[in-house]
Every structure is written in structure tokens, then in C-alpha cells.
């Protein structure tokens, strides 16, 4: 596990990156914290490939959520967008670089973003 960070005071943007090798990978996790969200980035390689956007709603109690960019059919960077958007109450951008052939590893891959969200709750 690797975590590098850096950030200044208040409500300035911070970036927060970390690793951790799942299911014989490692997933990187670069995360920008902004004023009221943040922008999650997950992946094994440089690319981005997909961008959701997740936001609370005063009609509804499940967050809205939308595909900005990338594939509709993978329905994967949405529901992580509206998962951490319903868990943090804020606005949540979403990039899921990593191969959904495993149902496993994309709870794996939560479960790890959770696990950093309760150690660093300051960096989301």
C-alpha cells in the first residue's frame, strides 16, 4: 500500500493517491477533493476511459446520477458515483478504468474506497 498526498488549508483542492494490489492487480486511486465533492479516479493504467457525475436531489432520496463520458452500457462508474454521493452527501465525479469481468473486484475495489474514506475522511 502506497499513499502519497499533498494539500493546503481550508477548503483548497487537494489531491490524495493511493494503491493497493487486488486480486493479483494493483488499482490505483488518485482522488481531487473540491469545495463541496470530489473527483475519484480508479485504475490500473493512465487512461480515462469513462466519467459519471452524482449529485443529492431535494425530490428524491437516491442521488441523481449520469454518464458524461464513455460507454452507457457499463453501468459501473454510475452506481459508484451514487453509492459515494448517498455515503458522503456530496457531488461525486466518478472514473472506473478498470475491466468489469470480475463482479468481485469492483466490490473489492468499494470496499478499499470505503476502507481509505474512513481513515482519511479529510481527503474526500
Known amino acids: 500500500m502506497n499513499a502519497t498526498e499533498s494539500g493546503?488549508?481550508?477548503?483548497?483542492?487537494?489531491?490524495?493517491?493511493?494503491?493497493?494490489?487486488?486480486?493479483?492487480?494493483?488499482?490505483?486511486?488518485?482522488?481531487?477533493?473540491?469545495?463541496?465533492?470530489?473527483?475519484?479516479?480508479?485504475g490500473s493504467k493512465p487512461v480515462l476511459s469513462n466519467l459519471a457525475v452524482s449529485m443529492n436531489s431535494t425530490f428524491d432520496s437516491m442521488p441523481l446520477s449520469t454518464l458524461v463520458l464513455g460507454d452507457a452500457s457499463d453501468a459501473t462508474?454510475?452506481?459508484?458515483?451514487?453509492?459515494?454521493?448517498?455515503r458522503t452527501k456530496k457531488q461525486v465525479f466518478v472514473s472506473y478504468n478498470l475491466p468489469v469481468t470480475d463482479s468481485n473486484l469492483s466490490l473489492m475495489v468499494e470496499n478499499r474506497i470505503k476502507k481509505e474514506m474512513e481513515v482519511h475522511p479529510d481527503k474526500f
Open 8 to 42: 493546503a488549508v481550508g477548503n483548497a483542492i487537494t489531491v490524495h493517491d493511493f494503491s493497493e494490489k487486488i486480486l493479483e492487480q494493483v488499482v490505483h486511486f488518485h482522488v481531487i477533493r473540491l469545495s463541496g465533492g470530489f473527483f475519484l479516479w480508479v
Open 77 to 86: 462508474p454510475n452506481s459508484l458515483a451514487q453509492r459515494l454521493t448517498k
